[in-house]
């Protein structure tokens, strides 16, 4: 054990806001999914992070548990056709995933931070 202990959920809720998981204040992200190089406020690198398919995989799990209980809601309880539950479903699975995405990306890199995987 190391004696500089990492708190997991301060780094997490950090990467959740999309912040640096180490001091909070930096931008982890560059553009839209592209992680920064290094923190600009306390100069924790990023390079080490291996967020890969992860964030992708929750993302989807989450947004298909919503979309099927939007679809049992909206059959059972209302009178849209097909076309207009599709395209409504639709609609807010593409909002709710582009919202997620990068917030699930930070949370794993701050979990990556603060277990000290793949080298940080």
Same mark, same amino acid.
């Given at each position: 054990m190391?004696?500089d202990? !990492?708190?997991?959920?301060?780094? @997490? &809720?950090?990467?959740?806001r999309? !912040?640096?998981?180490?001091?909070?204040?930096? !931008?982890? =992200? *560059?553009?839209?999914?592209?992680?920064?190089?290094?923190c600009?406020?306390?100069?924790? /690198? =990023?390079?080490?992070q291996k967020?890969?398919?992860?964030?992708?995989y929750f *993302?989807?799990?989450v947004?298909?548990h919503?979309a099927?209980?939007?679809l049992? =809601?909206m059959?059972v309880?209302?009178? @849209?056709?097909?076309?207009? *539950?599709? &395209?409504?479903?639709?609609?807010?699975v593409?909002?709710? /995933?582009?919202l @997620?995405?990068?917030?699930?990306?930070g949370?794993?890199?701050? %979990?990556? %931070?603060?277990?000290r995987?793949h080298? =940080?």
């Amino acid at each position: 054990m190391q004696d500089d202990q !990492r708190q997991r959920k301060p780094a @997490m &809720l950090n990467g959740l806001r999309q !912040r640096c998981p180490n001091c909070g204040e930096g !931008r982890l =992200f *560059t553009s839209y999914l592209k992680v920064a190089p290094a923190c600009n406020v306390c100069g924790q /690198s =990023f390079a080490q992070q291996k967020a890969d398919d992860g964030p992708a995989y929750f *993302t989807i799990l989450v947004m298909c548990h919503i979309a099927g209980f939007m679809l049992h =809601f909206m059959i059972v309880y209302s009178d @849209m056709g097909p076309m207009a *539950t599709a &395209l409504m479903i639709s609609a807010v699975v593409l909002a709710g /995933s582009l919202l @997620m995405l990068p917030r699930i990306k930070g949370i794993m890199i701050g %979990w990556q %931070w603060a277990d000290r995987l793949h080298g =940080f």
